[in-house]
Nanobody, 123 residues
Framework: QVQLVESGGGLVQAGGSLRLSCAVSGRGFSHYSMGWFRQAPGKEREFVATIFGYGDTTSYADSVKGRFTISRDNAKNTIYLQMNNLKPEDTAVYYC????????????????WGRGTQVTVSS
């Protein structure tokens, strides 16, 4: 069974930075594509960034390109999301997800999900 646990959320002022982590237990981590999604109050969950199981291929939402960086450490079964120049509109619960097919993204992406970590950006 695969379990995902996010950490690193918090309250930060606009222009600040946070680094989210997602620790994954269970087999097959290095074969899964991994990603971050977020959900703001009253809105649907949206794609933020994903990364292939091997190599450095990544994909980002236009709203975070140039500000957020996704990375993974397969030796530690952990992925990260470095968030710089945060804006109030980045406020949301951030969820870590894993995709067994290895696809970067498609509608319905994600076989496993964490419980989320709150990120709040004040203006």
């Amino acid at each position: 069974q695969v379990q995902l646990v996010e950490s690193g959320g918090g309250l930060v002022q606009a222009g600040g930075s946070l680094r989210l982590s997602c620790a994954v237990s269970g087999r097959g981590f290095s074969h899964y594509s991994m990603g971050w999604f977020r959900q703001a109050p009253g809105k649907e969950r949206e794609f933020v960034a994903t990364i292939f199981g091997y190599g450095d291929t990544t994909s980002y939402a236009d709203s975070v390109k140039g500000r957020f960086t996704i990375s993974r450490d397969n030796a530690k079964n952990t992925i990260y999301l470095q968030m710089n120049n945060l804006k109030p509109e980045d406020t949301a619960v951030y969820y870590c997800g894993a995709e067994k097919s290895g696809a970067l993204y498609y509608r319905g992406w994600g076989d496993y999900w964490g419980r989320g970590t709150q990120v709040t950006v004040s203006s």
